[in-house]
């Protein structure tokens, strides 16, 4: 997943560095003969579960500025878990961004038959339903207005900015639509299924068993 992400950034032509944050040496290194820049392992306190994303970015945006005597204008962040975004998709996210106001543009898909108007939660004993949308249940699904899931394919934010408020969400953060086949975050198994159907469907493979 990661050689795919490098290799979309790399192809887009449009970074000057493409930068891999990790601290695993193993992963380092497979980056490294991918073509990207891994000059050095995350520190502890960023490499957990709990740390946010945006915040392990932000650490190596400094330290690759420490380091290289390089100021960044921009900082693209692309979640290896979503490998079947493209350099297309890059482009035109860049592009996007270039031709806004915005100091920040969060990736986002349309939800589909997965419908969150309708979504429950189930009491631990009871399993009792308890909507979260009760209105919503009365209503057809084409009655409802439209909802977007944001997904970790495409983040794009400017560099200062970025320090200054250390969250992609930042003030009047701006979305970038895309199709929900390029932006499968990977989290699960099924997620994982999800995705190879999606590049499947996308370069007209068979699907993987």
Known sequence: MIAWTIEAARESKIFYDVLVSTDSEEIANLSRRFGASAPFLRDAKDADDITPVSEATINALINMENKSNVKYDMVV??????????????????????????????????????????????????????????????????????????????????????????????????????????AVDIDDYEDLKMAQLAFALENKVQIFN
């Open 77 to 182: 962040q692309l979640m290896p878990n979503c490998p079947c975004r493209t350099k297309k998709n890059i482009i035109s996210s860049y592009d996007i961004f270039m031709a806004s106001s915005s100091k920040f543009q969060i990736s986002a898909f349309q939800f589909g038959f997965m419908n969150p108007w309708w979504a429950m939660e189930l009491e631990d004993e009871t399993m009792r339903p308890k909507p979260l949308f009760p209105d919503a249940l009365k209503k057809r699904s084409q009655d409802l207005s439209k909802l977007y899931c944001p997904t970790g394919a495409i983040w794009i934010a400017d560099a200062e900015q970025l320090k200054i408020q250390k969250t992609f969400y930042g003030e009047n953060y701006s979305i970038c639509l895309m199709d929900w086949m390029h």
